[in-house]
């Protein structure tokens, strides 16, 4: 299959300084959670993106010295020595083994650093603690201080060159680094030559940049930079000011401009990494566009780019030269191979639904809700378009549910060849519950789970989709399959059980016209008696704050009552809540924290404060929404599996599985997809419901290059 030629242009090779990429395809720097204390995961992360056509990808941003380390915010990337030199090396190797360039990403955190791991103060622009910097110490920096600085930035760009990395990227982005706090007022209340007018404020970022530039001239140097903060004021950084201002000043320095827009606390950096919920891609266009005059050198955009006909049209634009992305990269690192092939439906679109942030922001490494294999790279040696064929392809297995983990499990067996898969499911199309939550307000781009899976599906001629199809356990066992998996997934409880009470709440009952499941609500079309409804959120995550919203949005006065300290405190992670506190908030819900759901009766919500013993509150509510705990569905599988057990050598089946919520709820829809994969890759082995050891990067006493490599000769079909 080959590309129409209008994408072509995304193709063009494009000269940066004295390398060229071969394409207009770029992974912008980004956290992954490995950093350099799991060297291998952090290399075969960025080198399948350079498999998948990427031409050039980067490391996170790399602290240059013990000081500006920020260990319990995120896991450490450092290039303090030799050894980090030695580390890095492998991904440089990794990278360019597919022809990619690789770049690394220095960092310097100014009053950004947590000392967790140092006990060191950072040296800072002032004196001014920042809020940002957690529990980190800040020095303010004399000229002394400074031309020691920019001393590490160049010694850490000699050991960047020693190790391979064809591009030195001088951060200055999201407002966190040294460089660009010297630039914003927020920061900077200098009164010498590093303080007041911009081309002062400029000086050291400039400096720097010329003296890095000036020992390693051979390879190519580059600025990632804040464009805009979106401070609104002074303060920061304004596009049409401090942006182009730095640009014009800095322009004959850099190799090629990689920009972004959104500054250092939440509810600014998020706009660099919106979630799709709140925007749409390409979202950062209005300020790529101003910059576009007041430079000659090539222009890196992000703005969550997942589609072929959008990358198109901010080249021939004119809006940028290169295609910039971080998260589209880890949903799919083999974008650019599939548009240079023409392969558009096999893309795997990023969702937006930002899990991948929140587990970095959690101080672990990266998953994916599209892309299972994101993160398992190394550890699993997982490759999310090479699925190794099974040896035993003379089986037939049912898949009895096609949400997440079954249409993932279903897709895996099909590509790997199994003579015949039937992938069942009750309702009249495949989806689970995915379905009726890509429903909720902003949410439509998290249906892209279903559809990436339903047009995989199609394409295999092994694999037959069966919907309004109810088996019975002992349907399911006489089927004919030699193996069955269930993934049926699990309920939410109707009697308002949960985590923290872990009792039922009297009288309270979904089967009741007033008390609602998220299921009977969304899926079912329950109807919401009266006008006024109260949601009881206990899990946290996005399911309470979004029925809140649409039930708002519908006409009801709404009360959101919760335990936790504000709605839904995982969205912290994802970056959801900066916008959907205010949002419930400018909508008109009336939000009650830290109380839990006491008793429901009589039109009448009585609630126990969770933190003052004692205290209650009361309101009226027409009816009552539960977010509170779901349940596996088991008894399914426990019945398919004592008949399988009875029935010993005899038995219809040779085994039979579960996968995702129906083994226990996951919050996560990357942790259901994940498993629907892992059951797959792993279905040869003896006992598949167990999962086989991974490789834990860790230091072995004794241990050599070999040791790890060893491990990596993992059974053919994983």
Known sequence: MSRPSRYDILFEPIEIGPRTMKNRFYQTPHCTGFGDVFPGGNAHHRAMKAEGGWAVVNTEATT?????????????????????????????????E????????????????????????GRHVSDRLEEGGWLGSVIKMDKRDIREVQRQYVAAAQRAKRAGFDIINVWGGESAPLPVQFLMNLHNDRTDEYGGPLENRARFWLE???????????????????????????RGIRVDEEGV????????????????????????WIKDAGPSRFYPENFQAEYVKKIRPHTKKPIIGVGRFTSPDVMVEVIKSGQQDIIGAARPSIADPFIPRKIEEGRFDDIRECIGCNVCVSRVNANWHLICTQNSAAGEEYR????????????????????????????????????????????????????????????????????RVTDWRKTQLAKLDNVQVITNTTLTPQEAYEYGADVVVVAIGAEWLGTGINGVTHTEIPGVDSSRPDVLTPEQLLRDGKPVPGRTVTVYDMEGYFMGPSIAEKLQR??????????????????????????????????????????????????????????????????????????????????????????????????????????????????????????????AREIDEENPAVPLPWIRERRLMGATDETYAAVLNRPEGR
């Open 64 to 96: 240059i010295a013990p000081e500006y380390d920020w260990a319990g915010q995120m896991t450490n990337s450092r290039i303090w020595d030799d050894d980090d030199v030695r580390n890095w090396s492998l991904l440089v190797e990794k990278a360019h």
């Open 98 to 121: 597919h022809g990619a360039l690789a770049g690394i990403q220095l960092h310097a955190g100014g009053g950004f650093l947590t000392a967790f791991d140092s006990r060191m103060p």
């Open 208 to 234: 720097t940049l010329e003296q890095v530039k000036e020992e390693v001239d051979d390879i190519v140097l580059a600025a990632r930079f804040c464009i805009d903060s979106l401070h609104g004021d002074d």
């Open 245 to 268: 201002g730095f640009i014009e000043l800095a322009d004959h320095l850099v190799d090629f401009w990689d920009v972004q827009v959104g500054g250092e606390h939440a509810e600014l």
């Open 380 to 447: 699993r040696g997982w490759n999310p378009e090479v699925i190794p064929l099974s040896r035993k392809q003379d089986r037939n297995v049912l898949v009895i549910g096609a949400g997440p983990a079954g249409m993932e499990c279903a897709t895996v067996l099909g590509k790997r060849g199994l003579e015949n898969v039937h992938l069942v499911d009750s309702a009249d199309d495949i989806g689970g519950h995915v379905r009726w939550i890509s429903g909720l307000p902003g949410m439509g781009a998290w249906g």
């Open 554 to 679: 519908e006409g009801h006065e709404v009360t959101l009552l919760t335990r936790f300290g504000h709605p839904g405190p995982y969205m912290d992670l994802t970056g959801e809540n900066v916008h959907m506190r205010p949002l419930l908030e400018e909508l008109g819900v009336t939000v009650v924290a830290e109380h839990v759901l006491a008793t429901y009766e009589g039109g009448k919500v009585v609630a126990d404060d969770h933190v003052a013993e004692g205290r209650t509150r009361s309101w009226d509510a027409d009816a009552i929404v539960l977010c509170t705990q779901r349940r596996a569905r088991t008894d399914y599988f426990k019945s398919l599996r004592d008949l399988h057990e009875e029935a010993g050598d005899s038995s219809e089946i040779q085994a039979v599985y579960q996968i995702g919520d129906c083994v226990a709820p996951r919050m996560l829809l990357a942790d259901a997809v994940f498993d629907g994969a892992r059951l």
